[in-house]
């Protein structure tokens, strides 16, 4: 049976090819191309190495490291436990996203302030984060866990549905939505080409290798900032960090890629 | 005795909302604008009032951008009052600075001052000159414009649209440069150029 | 303190493969920050040694990217032998680390 469905999804993907234009299709596989080149010869594993060593560091009033650091699956549990987020903590309340849940940890466990802990969240080239090192190296202890995001709590259900509604919320200046861009397959803004991001197809894969490194500015980044420069481009007012409605938007693109394995932290051009 | 009557109530409430559409169930954008207003923060030029809905963001976002024909006619009617055509009756501009804002996506955002960086980003979504092989596929190819456009209709058409395209397609994915006050009308007269002027590269 | 670097040094029968990322700024001594320029900074020389012999010797300039990452292959090789690798910038900054063949 299995085979059989497999080979029924062999002919139709055969067919969609076949149907594509020749150039789009040589197009594609250059970029494809050039994208395998870039993961290749990225430095990732890098600021993996360097989340290790700060998950590590004892630090803050309580001189405390993040070792006991509960992101949904235990305390100092990171085996897959980035696949499951965001997710609904019983302990605050509160849906959270990787970045909220980890500054969390550094109020509750290393005792620092808020303010503090959330001061730089986007660092540069020269001087990356410490959520950007730290994001790095959790995420790539769920490398291979299939995306299992639950709605099955009412809010994170809710924060699912704000997500959908915040995803196609046109507004600003410029009529933006998240939709206006990532709303059609097939699409490109100059030569990027335009996830789909509120169907599997187009969401699984974008999805799955977020936080990523950028080689055109050298700089890793994470899933916080990706949506903080859509809205800037968006031309809206600033979204604030690790806020209720960048977790919802977030919980409505990974629930939408659930069933990927995830692939992160991702190279982009 | 009280609680029974609460869910009768609820009960009478989940069936209307059960006869309208599914949609329903899904938080209002009015719910969805009160947590913008609590969750984003103003930063430079980027004030809050820019995440308020008017009339054509909220039609297009609650109907995703397939409004009904009898709120059509009447919405885009208002729109195309909202152009300012130049009083000098001149569409035309300069399209060597034409060619510079078609090819800029900046301007607008919160880390740009206002007036700064004025850009149409034209290229972001459209192909013009057939030399610029960078460009984006969300909106239709405008190589050769100027054959689709002809003669001074063609000119006024295109300086609106840039102005206002919600006067000539509801819910089009391209902002409204003349009327959020994104272009200035020399702006929108060089970029009409860039698109119809025979010199321009765009009908080379 | 340099950042930290990683070796993948991989046996594919009678060659390895090595492949090494350094953390490094890279500058190239041309690039402004705020209207000054960046002082270059960047790694001059690399050494390879497999089991304490010396496999690569490397001269590098500002032409490469930050965070590099360099790929060798060598002949032979066998599981457990000791990858070293070490590099040398144009401030005297080094670094240095080494990882079993896989």
């Known amino acids: ?269 | ?204 | 303190m340099p950042g930290p670097m990683k070796i993948r040094a991989t046996l594919k029968g009678s060659y390895t493969d090595i492949r090494v990322l350094m953390s490094h700024p890279m500058e190239t001594g041309l690039r402004k920050a705020q209207g000054k320029l960046v002082p270059a900074h960047f790694i001059e020389n690399i050494t390879v040694k497999v089991n304490g012999k010396t496999v690569v010797k490397a001269q590098t300039s500002q032409a490469i990217s930050r965070n590099p990452v360099f790929a060798f292959r060598v002949k032979g090789g066998n599981k457990g032998d000791m990858v070293e690798i070490g590099w040398v910038d144009n401030k005297g900054e080094s670094n240095k680390t080494e990882a079993a063949v896989a």
């Open chain 2, 1 to 204: 005795m009280k609680s029974k009557s609460v869910h009768l109530l609820l009960g009478g409430l989940a069936a209307a909302l059960l006869a309208a559409q599914l949609a329903y169930a899904d938080p209002t954008l009015l719910e969805v604008r009160a947590v913008m207003h609590r969750d984003f923060h103003a930063r430079g030029q980027a004030v809050m009032s820019r995440v308020d809905q008017d009339d054509v963001q909220y039609l297009c976002t609650i109907t995703r951008d397939k409004p009904p024909a009898h709120r059509v006619k009447e919405m885009e009617a208002a729109q195309l009052a909202m152009i300012r055509y130049p009083a000098d009756g001149n569409y035309i501009g300069d399209w060597k600075r034409g060619a510079k804002i078609a090819s800029s996506g900046k301007g607008m955002t919160w880390k740009e001052k206002p007036g700064q960086n004025r850009g149409g980003g034209c290229y972001n979504c459209h192909q013009l000159s057939p030399k610029q092989e960078s460009y984006g596929t969300i909106g239709p190819s405008l190589k050769h414009y100027a054959k689709v456009r002809p003669g001074i209709e063609g000119q006024k058409y295109v300086y609106g649209k840039i102005y206002d395209s919600k006067a000539f397609n509801l819910c089009t994915q391209m902002p409204r440069f003349g009327t959020s006050h994104s272009l200035t009308e020399q702006d929108i007269k060089d970029v009409t150029a860039y698109l119809l002027d025979p010199a321009s590269p765009v009908n080379q």
């Open chain 1, 1 to 269: 049976m299995l085979a059989l469905r497999t080979s029924a999804v062999l002919a139709a993907a055969a067919l969609a090819i076949a149907a594509a234009p020749v150039h789009a299709q040589d197009e594609k596989k250059e970029i494809e191309k050039y994208q395998k080149m870039l993961a290749e010869g990225s430095p990732v594993e890098l600021f993996e190495l360097e989340g290790a060593d700060l998950w590590k560091k004892k630090q803050g009033p309580k001189n405390e490291s993040l070792e006991k650091c509960d992101l949904g699956m235990g305390p100092g549990v990171l085996k897959g436990a980035y696949a499951h987020l965001p997710r609904y903590f019983a302990d605050t309340g509160r849906v959270m996203d990787l970045e909220s849940r980890l500054v969390h940890c550094m109020v509750t466990l290393q005792g620092r302030d808020y303010k503090e802990a959330t001061k730089r969240v986007f660092g540069n080239a020269d001087k990356p984060s410490e959520l950007e090192y730290l994001a790095a190296y959790v995420v790539g202890k769920s490398r291979g866990v299939k995306i299992a995001v639950s709605t099955r709590n009412p809010k994170a259900k809710a924060a699912y549905e704000l997500g959908r509604q915040l995803f196609h919320y046109r507004a600003g200046p410029w009529d933006f939505s998240c939709a206006s861009c990532h709303g059609v397959a097939g699409k490109r803004i100059r030569m990027q080409s335009l996830p789909l991001l509120d169907k599997p197809s187009g969401a699984r894969r974008t999805y799955a290798t977020w936080p990523a490194y950028r080689v055109s500015n050298s700089q890793m980044k994470t899933f916080q900032w990706r949506l903080n420069d859509c809205y800037r481009q968006m031309r809206f007012p600033e979204p604030t960090f690790g806020s209720d409605a960048t977790v919802a938007l977030t919980m409505f693109l990974a629930v939408t890629a659930n069933g990927e394995p995830y692939d992160g932290p991702g190279t982009k051009r």
